[in-house]
C-alpha cells in the first residue's frame, strides 16, 4: 500500500507567523518542561486561536509539553501548581445526580470524551483527582492529530478517591480524602455514569484512561459490546505497538508469525499488545488462535508468566504457556531467544547491557521496544540499545529520544505515540456514528500506520512517517477505519461522503482532511 498523496492542510499562519509563534512560545515559556506546560495552559485560556494554531502547526514539538512526557509531572503536581480544570469532575458524592451534572455542562454538543479514574496515571500509579491532568491532556491530541472540533471534546476525571495516602492528606488536594471503595460501590457509580452518559449523548466516543488493571479490563469488558468506547491504554497502545512490529519486518524482513515476541511487564498495555498481535498472525497469516498466542510471552513481576503458576490474574491466562519457570528477564531471554522483546514495565534500566548484548548476539536486528514512560521510566535509552547492538537494533520508545549519529549514519528513535492510533480511530468512530470498537478497527488502523514510512524513512531506522505529517496520516488512518466500520455494518457512511470513492483511492482520504477542524473553521471558542 502506497503512501497516501497529501492532503491539503488548512494554513492558518504564514511561515513567518509559525516560526515567530514557535519562537515567542521557547523564549517565553520558562526553561522547564513543566513551565512549558503552564505557558500553553495559560495561552489556551487567554487566546485560544493562537493556542490551537500554535498546537497544529508545530505539533511534533509542542505535544511533548502537552502530554507524555510532561503531563506525568504536572499530574503529580496538579494539586500544587494553581491549575483551573477545564474538565468535568464526578464524584462519589455525585451519585443519584451524574446525569443531570452532564446536562449541566455548558457545551452540550459532545462527541468525544476522555475519562480517568486516576489510578494508574502512566508509570506514577494512583494520582487520585489530579488524573484529571490526563484526560485533559489526552484529548487535546484528538484536535491535534485529527482535527476533532475541541469545542465537542470533554475530559472527565471519576473521583473515587485514592489509597495515595501522602497525596490525600495533603492540604492543597483537591479530591475526595478517602480510600477507594469496594468493587460493589466503585461498579455502581461507574454504571451509573455509563448509563447517564448513553442517556445524554447516545452516540459519544468514550475513551477509557489509566485505570487501574483490575478495574481496567472489567470496566472493558463490561461495556465495550453496547457502547462506543475503548481503552486506550490497552486497545491504543496494541495498536501502535503491532505497527512498529510491522514497520521493523518492512526494515528486517520476515512474516509476523515468524517471531518470538517476549513482553516486560504483564498488565494492560502487555496483555493488550499481546492480544493484537496474536489476533493479527490468526487473521492475517492462518495461525490458530492458540499458536498465535504461543509466540507471545510475558514477564511480570514474579518471573514468567507460565501454566504452572497458580497465582496468574485472569487477563494473564491467555498466555501462560507450557514452559520452564525463569525469574528473570535474561533467563528467558536466554531460554526462549526472542527475536522482539517490548518493555511495559515502568521500571527504568530493566534493558540492562546483557540483555541488549545477548539479544545482538541471537539476532541480525534485534527488535527492541522500551515503551515504558514518562522518560525517566524507560527500560533503556536509544543511545544504549545504538551502543549495544553496534547500530543494529531496530528501535522504538514510549518517550522521545533524540536522533544519535553512529559511526557516520544517522539513526532515528521513532516513539511509539499513541497519538497516531487513537485520534484518528475516534473520530473515524464520531463520523460513522459507529455502535462499537472492536478489535480488528485497531488492526486496520496498525496496518494502515505501519505501511505509510518511505523506504527513506525505513533506511533511518524510523518506523512510523514522520509525526509531522500526522494530518495526512490520520486522514488516511479515519478513511481505512470509516471504510472498515462501514463495510461491516457497524457504522453509516458519513455525511457529505456519499458518492465518493471508498476504495483504495483518496477520495475518502480527502473527505476525512476536509472533515477536520482548524482554527480558521470556527469561530465558537
Not at 459519544?204 to 488493571?213: H, P, T
Not at 537494533?393 to 549514519?409: L, Q, R, T, W
Request: proline content about 6%; aromatic content about 8%.
Amino acid at each position: 500500500m502506497p503512501p497516501p498523496a497529501p492532503v491539503k492542510e488548512p494554513e492558518d499562519m504564514d511561515v513567518e507567523e509559525r516560526q515567530a509563534a514557535k519562537s515567542a512560545f521557547l523564549s517565553e515559556a520558562g526553561p522547564r518542561p513543566i513551565d512549558k506546560y503552564m505557558y500553553l495552559r495559560d495561552l489556551r485560556e487567554h487566546d485560544t486561536t493562537k493556542y490551537y494554531q500554535l498546537m497544529l502547526n508545530n505539533a511534533q514539538q509542542v505535544l511533548p509539553f502537552i502530554y507524555t512526557p510532561t503531563v506525568g509531572q504536572a499530574c503529580q503536581e496538579y494539586h500544587s501548581l494553581g491549575i483551573k480544570t477545564r474538565g468535568l469532575y464526578l464524584s462519589l458524592t455525585d451519585r443519584g445526580s451524574i446525569l443531570s451534572k452532564l446536562r449541566a455542562w455548558p457545551q452540550q454538543d459532545i462527541q468525544v470524551i476522555v475519562v480517568t479514574d486516576g489510578e494508574r496515571i502512566l508509570g506514577l500509579g494512583d494520582l487520585g483527582a489530579n488524573g484529571m491532568g490526563i484526560s485533559e491532556g489526552k484529548i487535546e491530541l484528538y484536535t491535534a492529530a485529527a482535527g476533532v472540533d475541541p469545542s465537542k471534546c470533554l475530559p472527565i476525571a471519576l473521583d473515587v478517591g485514592t489509597n495515595n495516602v501522602k497525596l490525600r492528606e495533603s492540604p492543597e488536594y483537591r479530591g475526595l480524602r478517602c480510600p477507594r471503595p469496594s468493587d460493589e460501590e466503585y461498579d455502581a457509580f461507574v454504571d451509573e455514569f455509563m448509563q447517564a452518559l448513553k442517556e445524554w449523548r447516545p452516540h459519544v466516543l468514550l475513551q477509557y484512561e489509566d485505570f487501574g488493571n483490575h478495574n481496567a479490563f472489567r470496566v472493558l469488558e463490561k461495556y465495550q459490546k453496547g457502547f462506543c468506547c475503548f481503552n486506550d491504554d490497552i486497545q491504543g497502545t496494541a495498536g501502535i505497538t503491532l505497527a512498529a512490529l510491522l514497520g521493523a519486518l518492512r526494515i528486517r524482513g520476515g512474516r509476523l508469525s515468524e517471531q518470538r515476541i517476549l513482553f516486560l511487564g504483564a498488565g494492560e498495555a502487555a496483555c493488550g499488545i499481546a492480544t493484537l498481535i496474536s489476533y493479527c498472525m490468526h487473521r492475517r497469516e492462518g495461525l490458530s488462535e492458540e499458536a498465535s498466542r504461543q509466540r507471545c510471552y510475558l514477564i511480570d513481576s514474579k518471573g514468567l508468566v507460565v501454566a504452572s503458576r497458580t497465582d496468574l490474574q485472569h487477563h494473564k491466562e491467555p498466555f501462560a504457556h507450557d514452559a520452564p519457570f525463569v525469574s528473570t528477564l535474561i533467563e528467558a531471554v536466554r531460554m526462549l531467544k526472542p527475536t522482539a522483546i517490548i518493555g511495559v514495565s515502568a521500571v527504568p534500566n530493566t534493558f540492562n547491557e546483557e540483555v541488549i548484548r545477548t539479544m545482538a548476539e541471537m539476532n541480525e536486528r534485534p527488535i527492541i521496544f522500551p515503551l515504558s514512560n514518562p522518560t525517566s521510566l524507560s527500560e533503556c535509552t536509544f543511545e544504549q540499545a545504538i551502543k549495544w547492538t553496534d547500530g543494529r537494533v531496530i528501535f522504538a520508545s514510549g518517550s522521545p529520544f533524540d536522533p544519535i549519529e553512529y559511526k557516520g549514519e544517522l539513526h532515528n528513535a521513532p516513539q511509539a505515540n499513541n497519538a497516531y492510533i487513537f485520534p484518528a480511530v475516534g473520530h473515524a468512530a464520531v463520523l460513522t456514528r459507529a455502535k462499537t470498537i472492536p478489535q480488528a478497527v485497531f488492526l486496520v488502523a496498525a496496518e494502515q500506520l505501519a505501511a505509510m514510512a518511505t523506504l527513506k524513512e525505513l533506511q533511518t531506522g524510523s518506523v512510523f512517517p514522520q509525526f509531522s505529517n500526522i494530518r495526512n496520516i490520520s486522514a488516511a488512518i479515519m478513511a481505512a477505519v470509516v471504510r472498515y466500520l462501514v463495510n461491516t455494518g457497524l457504522g453509516s457512511v458519513p455525511a457529505g461522503w456519499e458518492g465518493h470513492d471508498s476504495g483504495e483511492g483518496l477520495d475518502w482520504r480527502h473527505m476525512a482532511a476536509s472533515a477536520m477542524w482548524s482554527p480558521a473553521s470556527s469561530s465558537r471558542l
